[in-house]
């Protein structure tokens, strides 16, 4: 359970988002049971999309800056032999194509071609701005949104299972997938090039995130238990909620007083990784880093004594 400060908990909730709410619904539901305003998420999820949803409680939400740009994992659908406007299953059909030539093995070795480094150009549906507007508003609004390339990993792209059937009289194939990814990657866009590589088209038809970094399903509630069991019961304090994703290195007390200050430490042989500062009484101070020949503060979170 987390330290409770003036302005309410502090720590992480990982909530698996179930279908139907936007990322946004999920943070003012949990604003509402935990009674505090300070609630922040790492990651939107779509509508669509189910899973992991990592939210920031307090001081908390200073740690999802850091938590953005982790790895994540995801459980698909893809369909294959329809393609739509926004590349899932909301979106008007823009093609359909017999897919009954598409083999395990053509399959195979589109799947290898998406993995790896790419230039992905997201969906135009996605929150990426425009001009200052999302591009998701202007394709909405009718407008043709071309967005630019952007670098990708795709670590794992594998295929679970193959179904075979039929819809409006074509031959589709729906493939569960499981792709491994660095943030900023779309699987959406994945289904839609995954589709013109075959010939066919594709799209999604179910999405759901499995991990953020280190925060897996295993450790998500939803919604109805935390209703139930109220928020604090599903709360990873400080320490637990940085446990995860950065090394623990404990300090002794005048250096997490300095540390508190924003004051460097000596080098201690941390190298440039991220480590996240605790106390001897437990306390999260910091995150540092070990740069120019100093331990160096990246993110004070305790107060000065």
Request: glycine residues 12%; charged residues 25%; neutral net charge.
């Amino acid at each position: 359970m987390s330290r409770k400060a003036a302005g309410g908990p502090n720590g992480l909730l990982v909530v698996d988002k179930p279908a139907g709410l936007t990322s946004h619904d999920v943070v003012a539901r949990v604003r509402r049971l935990a009674g505090t305003r300070k609630v922040g998420h790492a990651g939107t999820l779509d509508p669509l999309a189910t899973g992991v949803l990592v939210l920031g409680l307090g001081r908390a939400t200073r740690l999802l800056t850091h938590l953005v740009g982790a790895d994540k994992e995801y459980l698909a659908t893809v369909r294959l032999g329809v393609a739509t406007v926004t590349d899932d299953a909301e979106g008007d059909v823009l093609s359909r194509a017999d897919a009954s030539g598409v083999d395990d093995e053509a399959l195979a070795a589109a799947v290898a071609d998406l993995t790896g480094e790419l230039q992905q150009v997201p969906s135009a549906v996605s929150a990426i701005k425009v001009d200052g507007q999302r591009a998701y508003a202007r394709v909405r609004a009718g407008e043709e949104v071309a967005l630019a390339a952007r670098p990708i990993t795709v670590r794992t792209f594998e295929v679970l299972a193959v179904r075979r059937g039929t819809a409006e009289g074509l031959a589709v194939v729906d493939a569960d997938v499981r792709v491994e990814c660095t943030s900023g990657t779309y699987v959406r866009a994945l289904a839609r090039d995954l589709g013109a590589a075959l010939g066919t088209g594709g799209h999604l038809t179910a999405l759901r995130r499995a991990r953020v970094g280190g925060y897996g399903l295993d450790a998500a509630a939803d919604l109805d238990a935390l209703e139930r069991d109220g928020v604090p019961a599903h709360l990873l304090g400080m320490v637990d909620a940085a446990r995860p994703t950065f090394p623990l290195w404990p300090v002794d007390a005048e250096q997490a007083r300095r540390l508190a200050h924003g004051q460097r430490l000596a080098p201690a042989g941390l190298g440039p990784e991220t480590v996240a500062a605790v106390s001897p009484d437990g306390v999260l101070v910091a995150l540092v880093a070990e740069t120019g020949g100093a331990v160096r503060p990246v993110l004070v979170l305790s107060d000065p004594a």
